[in-house]
DNA sequence: GAAGATTGAGGCTTCAATCTTA
DNA sequence: TAAGATTGAAGCCTCAATCTTC
């Protein structure tokens, strides 16, 4: 009736997936905490903003942006609904598919997610990337993304990560005041 | 006004830190996913019957509960209402402080967690720790270690974490077909 | 007054159903 | 009929308020 019973966890596997199961319980909430606070947008809506900044014209398709932000179509349709009534993004018929919708970054959603970003990558340098060894870094990105290659085997979330995109280039506004 | 613009991420920091987030986002949905469907529990549920089984006499005060399920207190209390509702589990006032609430293991709830455990286990193995190498293990339970003494000081969650005990006992009910 | 715990309201996610266009 | 997207209901989490006991 059951299936055989798989092998229990030495300890080193018990070690390693305590440990992750872990991260990823807290880590969202970290990221969350810092961003609602600093910047009044949840880690999905950073990304959300940060996908449709990377994106030609800073336009995606809702499909698009679901699969790179890695949301079912249903939470980024109520996500990206909210987003709009605060002006932070707008969406418009897709002119080649009239079944499509095209999403944008506003002026405003822009001004958002520039001032969203210095507080972001201070966060996630001091909790997390200083945290670990240079090689450590290059072990843990290598083990995270055999993973991925399992639990997302299209590879829909890499494909240009809003959050690291928009780490990636956060100087723009540093030079304003 | 805008504190020191911390510099960008290098492209080892934005792999690691993609990737990493990647996991942190997906890892959760497989792990509900696969729990619910075949055994009627959430993630949380499970971690949770996996506490009190690995407690003494099966027994925790709600807010000792909370840390080792790094639950907020109410988030706790909903969730001991609908398995008790269920009759999972079961609480009673603690004799020896009359604030407190002691929840534990029914037979009924013990049952549950013996049936999820092996389905459970085999999906950690397969989509997780299969994926990659002994060396890697090592190394991903480095460094998520050194990450969750950032964002977890006091290391609440790693306290006999029970997925992880759970996973480590599994056979008792195994032999019995 | 502080600690342990529960409750209720509000917000977000999920799921199924729906609508429109290709 | 399928693809793209939206909607509404239900469930779960968070936050603030509350209640009881120390």
């Known amino acids: 009736m059951t299936e055989s019973a798989p092998r229990p966890l030495d300890e080193s596997e018990s070690r390693a997936w305590t440990s992750l199961i872990a991260v990823a319980e807290l880590l969202p909430g970290v990221l969350d905490s810092q961003l609602q606070r600093d910047a009044g947008l949840s880690h999905f809506e950073y990304m959300l903003l ?5 994106a030609p014209n800073e336009t995606l398709r809702m499909t698009a942006l679901a699969a790179r932000t890695n949301a079912t179509l249903p939470r980024l349709s109520h ?6 009534r605060r002006g932070l993004i707008a969406r418009r018929p897709c002119p080649e598919d009239g079944r499509a919708t095209n ?23 001091s909790q997390v990337l200083d945290t670990i060894s240079p090689e450590q870094l290059e072990q843990l990105a290598g083990a995270a993304e055999a993973i991925l290659g399992r639990i997302d085997p299209f590879g829909r979330f890499g494909t240009a990560c809003p959050s690291t995109s928009a780490l990636a280039q956060p100087d723009e506004q540093a030079e304003a005041s």
Chains 1, 2 share one sequence.
Request: hydrophobic share 50%; charged share 20%.
């Open 50 to 54: 940060g996908a449709l900044r990377d």
């Open 79 to 84: 996500v990206a609904s909210r987003l709009e």
């Open 103 to 125: 999403a944008s970054l506003t002026e405003a959603g822009g001004a958002a997610l520039d001032a969203a970003v210095p507080g972001h990558l201070a966060t996630v340098r």
